[in-house]
C-alpha cells in the first residue's frame, strides 16, 4: 500500500529532520547531511579506497547532483589513490524509479559516475564548438569512425562512440540558457544518451515470455491510494511552527545580509546560493513561496512584473480598477497578448484558480463553512506575503 | 516522537478511504489507462529476447530461477582434499576463527531461504545488468517502475558474478575478486538485508556497514554489523574477504549514503593548511 501525504513542503522539511532519534541512531549518520555539498577549492579523499568490485547505488537519484558530498564519497571509493586504474574496473549500478526528477540535467550526475577516461576521444578539446552535432543520429557514422578510441571498436553493440557520455559534453549540449530549439536539442541528445546506459520499464512495458505477451502491470499487485490525514496535537504544533518560523524569519526581516553578518542563502532545489538577499524584498524568497504554495499564476506575475514591485504596488493594484487589481493580474498573466477579460465573475474566478489547486481548495472550503446550511460561521484567513493575499482577497472578492 | 499525537482519519474510516485503481475500472477505461502508462515514458536500453536471456544464463524457461551455488559442499571437497593432519591443525589454533565468512556460526533469521522464481522482464533485466558489466561501460542505471522488483534483479546479477568467480576459480583463475558495496538511504538499510537473506541467505554473506553493535537490538542484525571506523573496515576486509577466495565476489556490504560519507570521506589537507 503506498500512503500519499499530501502536505505543505514548508512543513515537511523541519519534520523529517526530527524523526532521526539520536538515541537508537548512531551519530555520524545523522551528522553527515545528505544536501552537503564538496568545497570545490578541497580535494577529497576516501579511507576505504579500491576496496570494493562493485557498487549498487540504491535510489540513485540521491547521487544526481555530483557536487554532494556524498557523490564524492562514491567516487573516490572507486578510485585507487593516485591511481585511476582501479575506478576502471569497478562495476557501478544505479537503482532509481524515478531517473530524472526535475531536468533533464538530472542525467549529469550519472554520467559522472559512470564515465570512464576510456571513453575519452581525442577530439575533446574542440567539443565546444559543435557539441549539439554529436548528439544528431545522422552524424554518428562520420563521428564514430573518426573518433571512436581503438580499444571499443572491438565491441558490436558498442559502435556508437561512447565518448557521447562525456558529463560535460553533456551538459554543454543541454544547457538551458541556450534557448533556441531547446526542447528538440535536449530530447535528442537525451535520446542518444539514454538508449547507452538506462534501463527503464514501466507498469504498462509489455514483453513475450514463451510466447506469451505479458504486460508487467498485469503481474505485479496494482497500486492502491490512500489518502491519510494527520494532525498534530497542540504541543507538537506549536513546536513544528516556532521551528518553521526561527529558520525562515531571519532572511524575511534583516535578509540574507542582516546585523548577523553575512549569511548565504541556499535556494532549494538548486545549487545556487543567493548572498546578500533583501528580506522581503527578496523575489527569490517570493517566488519560492509562491510555487510552496502551489500558485504558479502567481509566480508568473513575480516574474512577468519585473521582480521590481512590492507591497506598495500590490496596494496601487488593488486600488485601479476597483476589483481589487484582479484584471491586471489577468494581464500580467494572460495565455496571449489579445485575450479580452472575461466577461463574467464565474469564468473568472474559475481562471484564477485554473493554476492554482489551493485555492480551488480554498473555495471548497469557504463554502463549507460560510455557506453551510446548518451552522454558517466566518472564516479567518491568513496568508503569507502580500502577493499570496492579493491573490486571495482577490478570489475572494471575485467568487463571493 | 511518541505518535500517539498523531490522529489518522483515513485509517480510521478503513476500506472507505483506499482505493484501488485498476479493479473498479471498466475494460474500456483500463485499455486508456495502459496506453497513457506506456506514453508516459519510453526512452529506455532494449534488453535481450526473454529466450536470448534464458539461454545466456543458463535459466529453466519454464521456472526461471539463479543457480544457487553450494558453499558448504565446496568446502567440504576441498576439507577432503586436504591433508587431515594440516585441517586439525587449523582447527586447533588460530586458523578456525580467521577462516572466511563463518555464515552458519552466525545466528540470523529462523526461516530457511525462500526459493526465488524470477519475472519475466526480471530475467531480461538481469542478462542487460550483466552485459553492460561485461563491455566497456561497467555499469549501468536500473531505473524500472516501484515495485518491478530492481533489488531482486540486483542480487540476481551479483550472484551471477560470483558464480563466474566460482567457474573461474575451478579454471585455475586467482582472482583478484572483490566485494560488492550496497549504499542506500538509511530506512532501506535492513530492508536489504533482510531481502538477502531471504532469498539467498547460503549464496550470499551480507554484512552491514552501519549504526554499531552496541546499538543495534535486533539479535541477528547486531551480529551482521561491522566495525565502525573505516580503519576497522579496512582490516575486516583484509581478513575476510580475500583476493583470491571467489566466495569474496558474494560478499555484500551495505552502508547508507550519510555513514559511508561520514566514516569514509576526508579533506586533504593542502599545502597552505597543512603549516598550521
Redesign the interface.
Known amino acids: 500500500m503506498t500512503i500519499v501525504l499530501f502536505a505543505d513542503l514548508f512543513s515537511v522539511r523541519p519534520v523529517s529532520a526530527t524523526l532521526v532519534d539520536p538515541a537508537t541512531d548512531d551519530l555520524d549518520d545523522i551528522t553527515g547531511d545528505e544536501e552537503a555539498t564538496i568545497d570545490p577549492s578541497k580535494q577529497y579523499y576516501s579511507l576505504v579506497v579500491g576496496k570494493f568490485g562493485r557498487f549498487v547505488l540504491d535510489e540513485a537519484h540521491k547521487v544526481r547532483n555530483p557536487y554532494t558530498k556524498c557523490a564524492e564519497a562514491i567516487r573516490q571509493a572507486r578510485t585507487d589513490g593516485e591511481d585511476s586504474e582501479a575506478l576502471s574496473t569497478t562495476i557501478i549500478h544505479m537503482l532509481t524509479a524515478t531517473p530524472m526528477m526535475n531536468r533533464g540535467n538530472d542525467f549529469f550526475g550519472y554520467l559522472t559516475l559512470l564515465w570512464r577516461d576510456v571513453f575519452k576521444a581525442a577530439i575533446e578539446e574542440s567539443f565546444g564548438s559543435f557539441c549539439f552535432d554529436v548528439y544528431k543520429e545522422e552524424h554518428i557514422p562520420q563521428f564514430t569512425t573518426a573518433y571512436q578510441p581503438e580499444e571499443l571498436l572491438d565491441y558490436e553493440q558498442y559502435q556508437l562512440p561512447l565518448w557521447r557520455l562525456n558529463p560535460h559534453l553533456f551538459s554543454m549540449a543541454m544547457d538551458r540558457r541556450d534557448d533556441l530549439g531547446r526542447c528538440v536539442r535536449a530530447f535528442e541528445v537525451l535520446r542518444a544518451v539514454i538508449p547507452v546506459v538506462m534501463l527503464r520499464r514501466t507498469q504498462a512495458t509489455v514483453l513475450e515470455v514463451n510466447g506469451i505477451f505479458i504486460r508487467i502491470g498485469d503481474s505485479i499487485p496494482p497500486y492502491t491510494i490512500c489518502t491519510v490525514e494527520l494532525e498534530w496535537n497542540d504541543k507538537q504544533q506549536w513546536e513544528q511552527y516556532k521551528k518553521l518560523y526561527d529558520s525562515y524569519i531571519t532572511y524575511l526581516t534583516y535578509g540574507t545580509q542582516g546585523d548577523r553578518g553575512t549569511v548565504s542563502f541556499k535556494v532549494a532545489g538548486t545549487n545556487k546560493t543567493s548572498k546578500g538577499n533583501a528580506g522581503t524584498r527578496s523575489f527569490v524568497i517570493h517566488r519560492l513561496l509562491a510555487i510552496m504554495t502551489m500558485n504558479l499564476g502567481l509566480h508568473k506575475v513575480i516574474l512577468r512584473s519585473g521582480h521590481r514591485h512590492m507591497v506598495q504596488d500590490v496596494h496601487k493594484w488593488q486600488e485601479m480598477f476597483q476589483d481589487k487589481g484582479m484584471s491586471h493580474y489577468f494581464d500580467l498573466t494572460k495565455p496571449e497578448r489579445d485575450l479580452p477579460l472575461y466577461a463574467d465573475r464565474y469564468t473568472f474566478a474559475v481562471y484564477l484558480s485554473k493554476e492554482s489547486p489551493k485555492l480551488r481548495y480554498l473555495a471548497k472550503l469557504m463554502g463549507e463553512i460560510c455557506l453551510s446550511p446548518i451552522q454558517p460561521r466566518r472564516a479567518l484567513i491568513f496568508a503569507d506575503g502580500p502577493m499570496t493575499l492579493w491573490n486571495i482577497e482577490g478570489f475572494l472578492a471575485v467568487r463571493a | 516522537?511518541d505518535g500517539?499525537?498523531?490522529?489518522?482519519?483515513?485509517?480510521n474510516e478503513g476500506e472507505a478511504?483506499?482505493?484501488?485503481?485498476?479493479?473498479g475500472m471498466t475494460e474500456r477505461e483500463r485499455e486508456h489507462y495502459?496506453?497513457t502508462?506506456?506514453r508516459?515514458?519510453t526512452?529506455?536500453?532494449?534488453?535481450p529476447?526473454?529466450?536470448e536471456a534464458c539461454d545466456q544464463l543458463g535459466y529453466d524457461?519454464?521456472h526461471p530461477t539463479p543457480f544457487p551455488i553450494e558453499w558448504q559442499a565446496r568446502e567440504d571437497a576441498r576439507a577432503r582434499q586436504q591433508a587431515p593432519e594440516q585441517d586439525a591443525a587449523d582447527e586447533a589454533g588460530e586458523g578456525s576463527s580467521q577462516r572466511p565468512l563463518a555464515v552458519d556460526q552466525v545466528e540470523t533469521i529462523v526461516q530457511g531461504p525462500e526459493v526465488l522464481e524470477l519475472?519475466?522482464?526480471q530475467v531480461?533485466?538481469v542478462a542487460?545488468?550483466i552485459?553492460q558489466?561485461q563491455?566497456?561501460?561497467?555499469?549501468?542505471?536500473?531505473?524500472?517502475?516501484?515495485?518491478?522488483g530492481?533489488?531482486v534483479i540486483?542480487l540476481s546479477?551479483?550472484l551471477e558474478?560470483a558464480r563466474r568467480a566460482v567457474r573461474d576459480h575451478a579454471a585455475g583463475s586467482t582472482g583478484p575478486?572483490?566485494?560488492?558495496?550496497?549504499?542506500?538511504?538509511?530506512h532501506?538499510v535492513d530492508v536489504?538485508v533482510d531481502e538477502v537473506q531471504r532469498f539467498f541467505k547460503s549464496e550470499l554473506p551480507v554484512w552491514r556497514y552501519?549504526?554499531?553493535k552496541d546499538?543495534v537490538t535486533n539479535k541477528g542484525m547486531k551480529a551482521r554489523t561491522l566495525p565502525?571506523s573505516?580503519?576497522a573496515?579496512?582490516s575486516w576486509?583484509e581478513v575476510n574477504?580475500p583476493a583470491d577466495e571467489p566466495r569474496t565476489?558474494a560478499t555484500l556490504?551495505v552502508t547508507?549514503?550519510?555513514?559511508?560519507?561520514?566514516?569514509?570521506?576526508?579533506?586533504?589537507a593542502?599545502g597552505i593548511s597543512s603549516g598550521t
Open positions: 516522537m500517539q499525537g498523531l490522529l489518522s482519519r483515513g485509517i478511504g483506499v482505493e484501488n485503481l485498476i479493479d495502459w496506453n502508462q506506456s508516459l515514458s526512452v529506455s536500453a532494449v534488453t529476447t526473454y529466450a524457461r519454464e519475472n519475466g522482464w531480461t533485466g542487460w545488468a552485459n558489466e563491455s566497456p561501460m561497467r555499469g549501468s542505471l536500473l531505473a524500472d517502475d516501484c515495485g518491478t530492481k533489488t540486483m546479477v551479483i558474478g575478486w572483490k566485494p560488492t558495496l550496497i549504499v542506500t538511504p538509511p532501506v536489504w552501519y549504526e554499531t546499538k565502525r573505516a580503519a573496515l579496512a576486509l574477504c565476489a556490504i547508507a549514503y550519510d555513514t559511508w560519507t561520514a566514516r569514509t570521506l576526508r579533506e586533504r593542502t
